[in-house]
């Protein structure tokens, strides 16, 4: 088969024990988070280090479109991708024995491409390692189980559960719930278990269908790849069961949105310590610049965090999203929350990102954010102690101020490289002009005859 299959985890070497591997999915994830890449029979794989796609899969919308103001060289040259075998997995929905493997994208000089959103992040870790630190991340998934929704006009409603009845909302932590589309979870598990991912828990959230999958903490390039093969295999498992699995921002009218809350620790690479604590087990001066830097820049980032015009549909008060840049203990309202832990496990959790944004630029965004905050050494705002939802809005409303606000950070513009902002910024800009053109039921029903 090839010496590389010596290279690949044991869970991707396990799946293919015995077995004829037939195809390995070749991918890289664009800007929106969707794997793009090749296909091809495993012998192939097995002869060639490397492939090519052109530069021009990170100019291209949501929607299909593409960007004409661009860095990138107008002939679409070609980029490198090189395999990652530590990120081969098992493709457990294919009809015949496939692994998938995340590349590595470099230009024709053998340099990471920049770009790349999985480039993005290893830009920022590099940052924290030059400190001596090892940033650690936990990210939780939200996600809505829905019924087919094959007609975009039509609203999305929740599934048919077990019981034949629609799945109820306002249920959160309820096992009956959750069982209610038991067989789905139950796929997710065996996927995951095949995949060689691990997941500390799934519980029933507050949406109709609803649900949390908990990631264990680790290495933020690590965790996003994982989040990236799980968005995959939620959605496969769903299909087995004759229901999507959406991970937007705000899919139902009238239900709390989905987030992908990350849980952000510092350790000092030396001593394994984490450095948001001091001997005497108290929140230590590093920890205090880290939530600051979060409270000054995250405005700036927030056109990554909440990428698309529906992501500000989640911000609206008393809908379990926070609104605001707040700090505070065990304090659910607040866009901060230090949950409660032992001294080791001291970290803070970003609430503010939702589940519709590119994991690997989601983790980096963030980290940026509190990279500059150890740098500047600046302090936070007074802890938040009572109901933060009942404060004015802190972020941006909508995308395109969200960008203006993006556009500006030439600090953040360092850390996570100007070519990726520039390009970044003029997607989004492109997404929010074809929305702009779009007529919505709302405008049709209470105008057109009216005004």
């Not at 030059?130 to 998934?141: F, S």
């Not at 954010?369 to 809005?393: N, S, V, W």
């Amino acid at each position: 088969m090839g010496e590389w299959i010596n290279h690949i985890p044991e869970p991707a070497q396990e799946y293919i024990r015995n077995r004829r591997l037939d195809e390995v999915e070749c991918l890289v994830a664009d800007l929106s988070g969707i794997a793009r890449g090749k296909a091809m029979p495993a012998n192939k794989f097995s002869k060639q280090a490397y492939f090519h796609l052109p530069t021009s899969i990170f100019t291209q919308s949501i929607t299909g479109d593409w960007m004409d103001d661009t860095l990138l060289n107008q002939i679409e040259p070609d980029m490198v991708l090189r395999p990652d075998y530590s990120t081969a997995s098992a493709a457990p929905w294919t009809g015949d024995v496939t692994l998938q493997i995340i590349h590595d994208v470099y230009d024709q000089n053998n340099v990471l491409y920049p770009v790349a959103p999985r480039n993005v992040l290893k830009r920022v870790i590099a940052l924290y390692q030059d400190l001596g630190l090892r940033p650690i991340v936990a990210p939780e998934m939200e996600f809505f189980l829905v019924a087919p929704n094959i007609d975009p006009n039509q609203p999305i409603e929740p599934p048919m559960g077990r019981s034949g009845r629609r799945v109820a909302a306002r249920q959160s932590y309820s096992m009956s719930a959750i069982d209610e589309y038991g067989p789905v979870i139950d796929d997710i598990y065996d996927f995951a278990e095949m995949q060689g991912l691990e997941i500390d828990g799934i519980l029933q959230e507050g949406g109709s269908g609803q649900v949390e999958l908990n990631l264990q903490h680790g290495d933020p390039l690590r965790l996003a790849d994982e989040v990236f093969y799980y968005k995959r295999l939620i959605r496969e498992a769903a299909l087995r069961h004759n229901c999507f699995a959406t991970f937007m921002a705000k899919p139902i009218q009238d239900e709390p949105g989905s987030a992908m809350h990350l849980h952000h620790s510092v350790v000092d690479m030396k001593t394994g310590k984490n450095i948001f604590v001091t001997p005497d087990g108290q929140n230590s001066d590093v920890f205090m610049h880290f939530i600051a830097g979060m409270q000054n820049h995250m405005p700036e980032v927030i056109a990554i965090m909440a990428p698309y015009v529906n992501s500000y549909r989640r911000y609206i008060r008393d809908f379990a999203a926070p609104i605001n840049l707040e700090w505070g203990v065990d304090n659910r309202t607040t866009g901060l929350r230090i949950p409660v832990s032992d001294t080791d496990a001291r970290r803070i959790e970003n609430r503010l990102p939702g589940m519709d944004v590119n994991p690997y630029l989601g983790i980096a965004a963030s980290l940026a954010c509190g990279y500059l905050g150890m740098i500047e050494k600046r302090q936070p705002r007074p802890q938040f102690t009572e109901d933060a939802h009942t404060i004015e809005q802190e972020l941006p409303n909508n995308l395109y101020d969200a960008l203006d606000i993006f556009d500006q950070a030439t600090a953040i513009h360092e850390i996570l490289h100007p070519d990726f902002c520039h390009i970044y910024s003029a997607i989004k800009r492109l997404e929010y002009t074809a929305y702009q053109q779009v007529i919505s039921p709302w405008e049709r029903e209470h105008l057109l005859m009216n005004v």
